[in-house]
């Protein structure tokens, strides 16, 4: 009998959307997970010829991605109408006879779809290639967590034995409840807004009207939390009960918060019932600061490619079950209704704090270089896919801009017993610090006038031995990095063993589906990554012209990479589309944009007087910004990210 295979990682939506299209139709399939056998990757490569995912086959028949198989399908349908008209039951009796006369033997199939799928598939045998055959390997396994430390961080409910842990409630459960009970609302102090606050006269009636609802074995027609048993008699055991929340860091005065998790002041001032006193749960105080749900007190796992590894596939298992059905190709995703009122969202906030625990400068969590670029990558992805559902999505030019200046997340921290060399800064980074402040050695942002991440000054002083050092800088990750747009390269894993086979990889995949070479009229499109980063990309062509000179061997023949005596501007887009061809592994397209190359260094060297004559043309195609999401939250400006609000910072939000 014959298959269908596919081949597909895990969160991938354009796999989603081809493996859900067959499940539509009734098309049984066998799915190889590269994410679980990274093996057979290089299978995949060698019978399919490409690098991204979905890979589809019938049988030994390579129908390639999600957009061919989608059309193919469609294809088979158009094919029954022709031949039968849009009669369901004619189209039936019609396949059937077909069927019973080219199969001899197999069930009747229950929808008419799969009566083409027993005639192109199922009636062949099994396909002969070993590279189309499940992995013999066992599949890779993300460690289990440790185990949590419940004991020392639970919440002991009132009027309980602290002991027992019955009488406990975690972190997530006592936040959760506290936001649907807590009168909370943005109030006005001194031409200050205060966002998502309370006072501690309203905290202190809330929870006594709480602690009589639950006595009273009652629960709030408005709330889908049980309130905790709470036997409070007086007005003193819900201040004392509000106390242990704030020494638990739950909740902090609004005038006396730390300026970021984990630079918790010395001293607090205690828990207070009065009317002018302004409280806040810690999950409000930091609104940009995504990891920011909690101060995390709990273990870290020493191994932060297992933790990232985890948040990232809850992460996808949120976004997966977000799908909007009523988008208009069914693979956007409802960020509002599904995606943020998903069930394990409010633990997988939780435990996105875990990273506040994280040293970037860590001899013990990275080990190597491509260690930290590799989770820094990772962690960047990660980032924009929940930032998108919990901050909103910009959708303009300028909130662009101020959404990868203030988007950010805490790192730093560490246990004391690291025994590292260096120390443990908290550092809060924004997307745009871990893109071009880190990953590309402190070096300026497009379009922001040469303003460096990591500037000389105090605040950023600690930021700058975050950076690599600019020999160390490589630019593939622009291949790798994804903003949330839909030009933007699909999302991968890195791994710190094969990170750099993994950008080659990514760089050839990219190369391959966005450059466009028309070798008559001698113009190659290729994306304004390429424009954006130019000056990643010349630095990496001058080190390989340098690196190639070095290891030159005398009398050997030239290559495309060596230098050519070209000027100006033409010599640095020659430089980029050598790079390029460089990426590109193989194919028709590398061969005609290594003969323009060819063709462009002689007509410079024979035609001195016309430097131009027999150029490349090369132009950049436009950014597509939109996005996966059909239900989501705008982002309208800085102030979104901000806890406390002045006149002027809502004027500005109208520009920034």
């Known amino acids: 009998m014959g298959r269908i295979t596919v081949f597909a990682i895990d969160g991938c939506p354009h796999c989603i959307k081809a493996k859900t299209a067959l499940k539509e139709r009734g098309f049984p399939y066998t799915e190889i997970n590269l994410s679980l056998y990274p093996d057979k990757r290089s299978d995949m490569l060698s019978i399919s010829n490409s690098f991204t995912v979905p890979q589809v086959f019938f049988n030994e028949t390579h129908v390639g991605g999600a957009k061919e198989t989608l059309a193919l399908l469609s ?206 749960l810690t999950c409000h105080q930091y609104p940009n600061i995504l990891n920011s749900y909690r101060i995390w007190t709990d273990r870290v796992d020493p191994n932060p490619h297992n933790t990232l590894s985890r948040l990232s596939s809850l992460l996808n298992t949120i976004r997966s079950s977000s799908l909007d059905p009523t988008s208009k190709d069914g693979g956007k995703h409802d960020l509002l209704s599904k995606a943020r009122q998903h069930p394990s969202y409010p633990s997988f906030e939780e435990q996105m704090c875990e990273l506040q625990g994280i040293n970037l400068l860590s001899s013990h969590h990275f080990p190597t270089l491509d260690s930290r670029v590799a989770f820094v990558i990772n962690l960047y992805n990660l980032l924009v896919r929940y930032a998108h559902i919990k901050i909103g999505i910009p959708v303009t030019n300028l909130h662009r801009a101020s959404y990868f200046h203030r988007v950010a997340v805490q790192l730093g921290g560490g246990n004391d017993d690291d025994n590292d060399d260096h120390p443990h800064p908290n550092c809060v980074f924004t997307l745009n610090d871990l893109e071009n402040g880190i990953l590309r050695g402190n070096r300026a942002a497009p379009y922001t006038l040469g303003n460096l991440p990591f500037a000389n000054d105090d605040d950023d002083a600690k930021k700058q031995s975050h950076a690599l050092d600019p020999s160390d800088v490589d630019e593939r990750i622009h291949f790798a990095l994804n903003c949330g747009a839909a030009s933007c390269p699909p999302v991968k894993k890195f791994t710190p063993l094969g990170l750099r086979e993994e950008l080659r990889i990514v760089a050839a995949a990219f190369c391959e589906n966005g450059v466009h070479v028309d070798e008559e009229r001698r113009v190659v499109t290729v994306s304004r990554i390429f424009q954006w980063y130019r000056v990643d990309f010349e630095m990496a062509f001058r080190r390989c012209c340098q690196e190639m000179e070095k290891n030159k061997v005398k009398n050997e023949s030239p290559t495309l990479l060596e230098h050519d005596t070209t000027s100006s501007s033409l010599q640095k887009d020659v430089g980029i589309l050598k790079m390029i061809s460089a990426y590109l592994l193989q194919g028709d397209k590398k061969e005609a944009l290594d003969r323009m190359i060819m063709n462009t260094n002689n007509n410079n060297n024979n035609n001195n007087n016309n430097k131009r004559h027999g150029s490349i043309r090369l132009k950049y195609s436009e950014y597509d910004w939109g996005h996966d999401a059909s239900k989501f939250k705008v982002y309208r400006g800085y102030t979104d990210v901000l806890s406390d609000k002045t006149p002027i910072n809502s004027f500005l939000s109208h520009f920034f």
């Open 75 to 280: 294809q088979w349908e158009d094919d029954w109408k022709k031949e039968n008209g849009n009669n369901i039951s004619s189209i039936k009796e019609a396949l059937w006879q077909r069927y019973e006369r080219e199969i001899a033997s197999g069930s009747d199939p229950m929808d008419v779809r799969l009566q083409r799928y027993e005639q192109e598939i199922a009636s062949r045998s099994d396909p002969m290639d070993i590279r189309l055959q499940p992995s013999t390997q066992p599949p890779v396994t993300i460690e289990p967590p440790l185990a949590r430390n419940s004991d020392k961080d639970d919440i002991p409910l009132p009027g309980n034995n602290h002991n027992n842990n019955s009488m406990k409630w975690s972190v997530v459960q006592m936040t959760q409840w506290l936001m649907e009970f807590l009168p909370r609302s943005n109030i006005r102090h001194f031409h200050v807004t205060h966002q998502n606050c309370f006072r501690g006269s309203d905290a202190i009636r809330a929870l006594l009207l709480a602690s009589s609802s639950s006595s009273s074995d009652t629960k709030s027609s408005s709330s889908s939390i049980s309130p905790p048993f709470l036997p409070m008699a007086t007005k003193q055991d819900a201040i004392d009960f509000m106390t242990l929340l704030q020494d638990r860091y739950i909740l902090f005065p609004v005038h006396h918060a730390p300026s970021s998790p984990n630079a918790i002041p010395k001293s607090i001032p205690p828990f207070k019932d009065s009317k002018s006193k302004l409280y806040r």
